[in-house]
């Protein structure tokens, strides 16, 4: 399944009660395989998960580090951008070089890239070596 379809899918299963925005990703490990994730809300907010950030735990979960390419799929006008939140997530996991699609369910799509999306982004190069 392409990322596009896996995002799609899996968008449909996002818990969204109280926004009724329901945001689905799909992200393309090194291994070449594919995680998803979709946005759980909590009636705490903000203690909700966004889609990127469950795809990239389900990464973590099964063993990757490295991310090479990410979808993210949302019913909105436009393609809908990750959050300050998720992009630095992002930039954790890929290199500013990876291609992020962002997408609607209508078809609408533009393509970016992490380092685009996150210019300057704070990096284990800032951290002191200890």
Do not use: W
């Amino acid at each position: 399944m392409s990322l596009k379809e896996t995002a799609a899918q899996v968008r449909l299963n996002a818990y969204a009660p109280y926004s009724g925005f329901r945001v689905g990703a799909a992200i393309r490990g090194a291994s070449g395989a594919v995680y998803a994730g979709c946005n759980v809300e909590n009636v705490a907010y903000p203690e909700g998960t966004c889609a990127e950030a469950g795809a990239i735990a389900a990464m973590v979960a099964a063993g990757e580090t490295v991310l090479t390419e990410v979808y993210v799929i949302a019913d909105s006008p436009e393609p809908v951008p990750p959050c300050g939140g998720c992009r630095q997530k992002l930039a954790e996991f890929g290199t500013g070089e990876v291609p992020v699609t962002l997408a609607t369910v209508q078809g609408a799509e533009t393509v970016t890239r992490i380092a685009d999306l996150l210019p300057g982004a704070f990096g284990a190069a800032h951290m002191p070596r200890g």
